[in-house]
């Protein structure tokens, strides 16, 4: 008998499962021609879908809303430009409108934001955003207007009702600042924000023992550190 075992010869099962079913004598390391071809067809089709995925409208659009929280003007120009040139005109308008915003260009803003077509979601988000455009203008009236409008879009979205009481409160009209302020924190209850805004606004009506429960109940939720340390300011001037 040979020194070598059997099951080492060339034409064994064992060398036979290393080599592929073909048995080219190359090794493991080599693939087969059939496994070679699905390889690449697996690499072709999850490069493709990587291209689709970060070419959708609301993955760029998401990029250039990250560039813009942190800060990073020159990168979100960057998304906007992507999205235009791959034909999202209207998503592109949204972010350079957001971004105007954010730079306090207001009146820029209210013209870029128009070139959003009407009836789509991205015209829901286009006059919100108008509407702040046009509180930080001070066409307080135009911009109670544009939240009405909003409100026959949306009736059950909260930025409807946080753009009517900031409306509403801007122009005087106290109980209707402070009706919209409920009808926002039903929509958001984990939200302290709507409380506190409700809070000022009956502090102004001198209502100060509904105020005093208004700063209470935002405490109770979700502010951020900063509007936290104000609200406790704010519920301490009552007394």
Known sequence: MSASSSSDH????????????EGTGRGRFFFAPRRLAALVAVIVIAAASAWWWTTRPDYLLQGGREA?????????????????????????????????????QFAEALKTLRQIPDLSELHVQAVFLSGRCLLELGATAEAERVFSYLHTLRPDEA????????????????????????????????????????????????????????????LEREL???????????????Y
């Not at 060339?10 to 079913?21: I, M, T, V």
């Open 68 to 104: 813009l929280n942190a800060g990073d003007v020159e990168g979100a120009w960057q998304w906007i430009d992507a999205l235009d040139t791959r034909g999202h005109k209207g998503e592109a308008a949204l972010l350079q409108g957001e971004l105007q915003f954010r730079t306090r």
């Open 159 to 218: 930025q409807t009702y946080q753009g009517l009481a900031a409306a509403y409160y801007d122009l005087g009209a106290l109980p209707q600042a402070a009706g919209a302020c409920e009808a926002w924190a039903k929509l958001q209850p984990a939200a302290g924000a709507p409380d506190r805004f409700r809070g000022i606004i009956l502090k102004d009506w001198t209502r100060y023992a509904e105020a005093v429960a208004a700063f209470r109940a935002a």
């Open 224 to 238: 951020t550190a900063q509007q936290r340390r104000e609200t406790a300011l704010e519920l301490a001037s009552c």
């Open 10 to 21: 060339p034409s064994s099962p064992r060398f036979q499962a290393e080599l592929g079913n």
